[in-house]
């Protein structure tokens, strides 16, 4: 499969999966209409460059609290990153960090 392609499928499955914790949980929120859902095409481009980029580095930072939890503070920094999302794009909006956490 050509890179442009996998990228291209991460976004769409990031971008369905935004939609379905928007519809799941009730604190996480995306504005806009369905034909144009621009708000959530954002959230999921950004938060494949925010897994990609950011989270390694945090990761290699906590990596002493995330072998004393026995690996469950992933969640929380996968929580983190959705708030990070949340915070930069307009539109899409995160109501807590255990609705991140959920999300």
Do not use: Q
């Not at 996998?6 to 971008?15: A, G, P, Q, S, T």
């Not at 504005?31 to 925010?50: I, K, Q, S, T």
């Not at 989270?55 to 929580?79: E, S, Y």
């Amino acid at each position: 499969m050509s890179f442009i392609i996998k990228i291209l499928l991460r976004i769409f499955i990031n971008f369905l999966s935004l939609l379905a914790a928007d519809y799941f949980i009730r604190d996480i929120t995306i504005h806009g209409d369905f034909p144009l859902m621009m708000p959530a095409l954002w959230a999921a481009l950004l938060l494949g460059v925010v897994h990609a980029v950011v989270r390694p580095i945090v990761k290699l930072i906590a990596l002493p609290v995330t072998i004393l939890t026995l690996g469950l503070f992933i969640f929380v920094i996968n929580g983190l990153m959705l708030l990070l999302v949340a915070w930069l794009v307009p539109g899409f909006e995160v109501h807590g960090i255990w609705a991140a956490i959920k999300g």
